[in-house]
């Protein structure tokens, strides 16, 4: 039974182009308004859209079905279109063109804690979270107990949410909309919240939704949980389905076209402007594989290799160079910098490569980001955010045969057993 | 440890159509009355959010106007001596009109302000946009029950009885809260589109008390020789909807006369406020979260 139809779908963005009087805020005022009026007396009467909009079409011609049951994983790279699709599904806004029939109902979690109240106690945000997803009351407090056992707060049930970690915090907002029951479930990245054990729990919970027959629509970066949980997958690409079928091909597509925009396992920097650049020292970064070939990929433990290549648009005295690895969701996994390991560059006046090993690299399998920095004592004077993407892909760990583990980091281990 | 979902509840399978915007669009109200409970809770998170925050906490329910009877007491009754009527005495003929306005001027002042202070919500879940400031109007409505009491325990000091009007008091009230929600509702999506209204709101409010008979008597143009220049400007005063059910509220609580003129033509002026206020709320309503 089809739950779920999509037809034509179509979302397009009035954007104001820049250097117009227009505010630059996403909003107008009351001025911008009263000006125009005055200036364009025809535009009362609809005519003529003001020359500065353009328009911009974050989803074209979008449609699928989507049966009762199924998982559906809809990846794709930033800006494909995935949250704007997420949002006319939860209602949240309305397609510019094409028609979408749900069955049944929805809950959508686009975010954990949306509406938690920082002065309000755990309690007293159960009910107000609650209503917000669409549960009745008596609904909440049937499933009061529950939802206090998932997220393992009781303890802290009367005392404001503020006072939470932010581990409580998530686990309580999390817990509560686990408990939504909805017929279709629309899911954005916020598995990827708390810690790994409670996300394991989270997964299981999905799983469990999914598997009592409800429809999961779930959007991710991270795909080892796209793998894990869904049942198909639908790839955007700059607003239109590209793809549409089985999850481990489209994983792979995923990974090919997110390789094709970032290059060859390299990224050129110095065309690459941004507000921390204050001097473009980066000129390129590759990561190179064992024969020195430039990949975007490294099997688990395997050797990391990174090249920079550095300009020298001014002399440096000693600078300092980071790399940083995050992980897709931008939380820092590892700090690689020059003054930590006593390999202190000398004055930088000319252009020249800087090579970087770690033997094994100790990451689990999945996408991460390079972030690249270079200091000279007292000032930033490059830094570059998300210079480099990289995938660490599954594979033989330490050469055991198994390539199964959980955790955020790999590491070999020796065991002795002694019988007595 | 947790139970496989049950079948879920209500409104089970219906279907729910996404379409492009339609324009105007009539109010929801099937669907407001679906989601009364996410009303109720909005305002009760409104109302114990500010008590918590404040050191007087719910107090200031009852302050608010107290000080304004106090402050108003003073300049018209002991200092200029305007008000010359023996009964009611000055303090609680004007408390009888700052309680109904208090709770209107709170009501579209926060609710002007709601749906822009509830940006997290509205970019990130589903639910009738009219329920926001609706609610703020609710939270108003708490603070007036908690006032209440302030001026009914100063009728037995002197002596006021309420008359049969007091029965009318509900629908007058109801009337009240309409053209506060239609305001407040129209306040609020002016806000979204412009952030200038943030800056109209006090104003308008503070402008909107002076056009409304709360604190002086209505006066009579002494002399009829007068009359004739501005006198029409009085025949509008019931277009301002609080003047109507300021004065009838008064009236009905005090056992006076009830204006009932001025209360037909601030009671339709009401509903056309609510109305329209609503209709244009839903007309823009699509747009909150791609402009908010």
Sequence with gaps: MTVLTIQNLAKCYRVQATGKTKSAYGYRTLRDDLTDWVKTPLRWFGNAAAA????????????????????????????????????????????????????GRVGSLLEVGTGFHPELTGRENIFLNGAILGMRRHEIQRKFDQIVDFAEIEPFLDTPVKRYSSGMYVRLAFAVAAHLEPEIL??????????????????????????????????????????????????????????????????QEYHR???????????????????????????????????????????????????????APIAVEAPNVTIG??????????????????????????????????????????DYWVK???????????????????????????????GHHRGLCVTPSQWSFQAM | MTTPPQPSEPTAGSTTVIRPPAGWQLINFAELWQFRDLLYFLAWRDVKVRYKQTLLGVAWAILQPGLMMVIFTLIFSVITQTYDKESPPYHVFVLSALLPWTFFATAI???????????????????????????????????????????????????????????????????????????????????????DFR??????????????????????????????????????????PMTGLVESFRAALLNEAIPWHDLGFSAAMALVFFFVGCFYFRRVEDSFADVI
Aim: net charge neutral; glycine share 8%.
């Design chain 1, 325 to 366: 690895i995050d992980d897709s969701l931008g939380q820092r996994l590892l700090s690689l910098q020059t003054p930590l390991t006593n390999s202190v560059l000398p004055r930088l006046q000319q252009s020249g490569v800087l090579e970087c090993v770690v033997e094994s690299l100790p990451l689990a399998p999945g």
């Design chain 2, 199 to 240: 800056y109209i709101i006090p104003f308008l409010v503070q402008l909107w008390m002076y056009a409304t008979p709360n604190i002086y008597l209505d006066l009579k143009p002494p002399d009829p020789e007068r009359v004739t220049r501005f006198s029409w400007v009085k025949q509008l005063l019931p277009l301002n």
């Design chain 1, 186 to 251: 629309i899911v954005d990245e916020v598995l990827a919240v708390g810690d790994l054990s409670f996300q394991r729990k989270c997964m299981g919970r999905m799983r469990e939704v999914g598997r009592s027959g409800s429809t999961i629509l779930f959007v991710s970066h991270n795909m080892p949980a796209i793998e894990a949980l869904c049942t198909r997958a639908l790839l955007l690409d700059h607003g239109k389905v590209a793809m549409d079928g089985g999850v481990h091909e489209l994983v």
């Design chain 1, 52 to 103: 500065s909009v353009q328009d911009f079409w974050a989803l074209r011609d979008v449609s699928f079905d989507v049966k009762r049951g199924e998982v559906l994983g809809v990846i794709g790279h930033n800006g494909a279109g995935k949250s704007t699709l997420l949002k006319i599904l939860s209602r949240i806004t309305k397609p510019t063109l094409g028609e979408v029939r749900l069955k």
């Design chain 2, 109 to 195: 002042a926060n609710a002007g302000n709601s749906v822009v202070g509830s940006e997290r919500l509205i970019t990130k879940i589903y639910f009738p946009r009219l329920a926001v400031p609706f609610a703020s109007v609710g939270a108003a409505l708490v603070d007036f029950a908690v006032a209440l009491p302030l001026l009914l325990i100063m009728f037995p000091f002197y002596g006021i009885v309420p008359g049969w009007g007091v029965l009318l008091l509900p629908v007058i009230f109801l009337v009240l809260v309409l053209s506060a929600a239609g305001v407040g509702t129209m306040l609020a999506a002016l806000n979204v589109a412009y952030r």
């Design chain 1, 372 to 402: 690249l920095g270079l200091a000279a004592v007292p000032d930033e004077i490059d830094e570059i955010e998300r210079a480099l993407r990289f995938t660490v892909t599954e594979g033989e760990l330490f050469g055991s045969g198994r």
């Design chain 1, 257 to 311: 076209r997110v390789l094709a925009t970032h290059g060859d396992g390299g990224s050129t920097l110095s065309d690459l402007n941004s507000p921390t650049r204050v001097h473009k020292i980066f000129r390129s970064v590759t990561m190179l594989d064992e024969k020195a070939e430039p990949t975007n990929f490294l099997p688990v433990g395997g050797r990391f290799h990174l090249r920079l290549v550095l300009d």
